[in-house]
């Protein structure tokens, strides 16, 4: 399999890349935000930056991909790196001819979608991608287009303001201005870093977590009920009717009835729950330490309060399927499909009600 052409550049562009100081760095939180923010925005497993040395492609962070850096002969960035003002998007890539060969897609990882953003300096040297990836054939819309372009743009400040701290540091040495201008540059590496901390767990219309970060949170409490031989619960919420709502009274009301659905689920909470806006018009609220008769009293009470709240535009209900761990619900992945079968056993015997899985 060949792998891709060297860039006209390629001199000043490893040059460029190099004067950044970054490859073979320790983990950055920074940075890791920003790919798992990229995984949660684009709904995909894998999401990498990477960055193309002379012999291989290097991962500065990951997400769902446990090497740290692969040949540059097998690299898809080394692609995206040729046309650094585009995105290079792989629908599948098995019908790909520079692709359909690739070790990473005929064996494990087993890639079929790849979309990778360029990360360019200002001098329009292209060092990297941003980009995600998935084991099945896929597309992005516009608007994950866009953000992942965005992303690879705030990579890229990152890259700019460690490279300035980095030069302030060694100057402040000497130089009482530089120091101060160096805590100014550092405040504002940890504000962009709280920022992006926030973004990449938070569901920007409800404020609540977002399914990346429920998702994170499942594996850690599965791992502690499973080591401890704890209770689990996990309960499926749907707003019901909610497509009749946006069709009559618009996206906006739609909207604010989300917010306010999820400010309700809120309130009915205990501390040691953890409650996520799914996607949609679908929420999850997931139950340590609690079995499934308490499961199903919890599901009914969120029911109610839902019910007897006043609503702007029309009055709204929700549909809950409830599971437990089990003999018979064994992992994390049966938990999440066995409260989805029971949410469609509430919705197909007429919606507002609690069904609790069989199994």
Known sequence: MPGAPLPADEDERLDA????????????????????????????????????????????????LDVSETARELAFCAHAILTPGEMLIV??????????????????????????????TSEGAPLGTLCVIDRVPRELDPDQIAMLRALARQVMAQLELRRSVAQLTKAALVN??????????????????????????????????????????LDEEYDRAHRYGTELSLLMIDLDDFKAMNDVYGHSAGDSALVKVGEVLADGTRGSDSLARYGGEEFVVLLPNTGA???????????????????????????????????????????VEAADRALYEAKAAGRNQVKQSAS
Do not use: C
């Open 17 to 64: 890349l190099r004067s950044y100081d970054i490859l073979d760095s320790l983990p950055e939180q920074a940075y890791d935000d920003i790919v798992l923010l990229a995984s949660a925005l684009s709904g995909t497993p894998i999401a990498l930056m990477s960055l193309i040395d002379d012999e291989r492609q290097w991962f500065k962070a990951r997400v769902g």
């Open 91 to 120: 629908e599948d890539a098995r019908d790909d001819e520079r692709f359909a060969s690739n070790p990473l897609v005929v064996s494990d990882p087993s890639i079929r979608f790849y979309a990778g953003a360029p990360l360019v």
């Open 176 to 217: 009482e201005a530089l120091q101060k201008q160096h805590v100014i540059y550092q405040q504002q590496l940890e504000e962009a870093n709280e920022s992006l901390r926030t973004a990449s767990v938070t569901d920007p219309l409800t404020k609540l977590m977002n399914r990346g970060a429920f998702e994170q949170r």
């Open 293 to 335: 008769a308490n499961a199903f009293l919890l599901a009914e009470r969120f029911r109610s309060a839902i019910e007897e709240t006043e609503w702007d535009k029309r009055p709204m209900t929700i549909s809950v399927g409830t599971a437990t761990l089990s003999d018979f619900v064994q992992n994390r992945s049966a938990l």
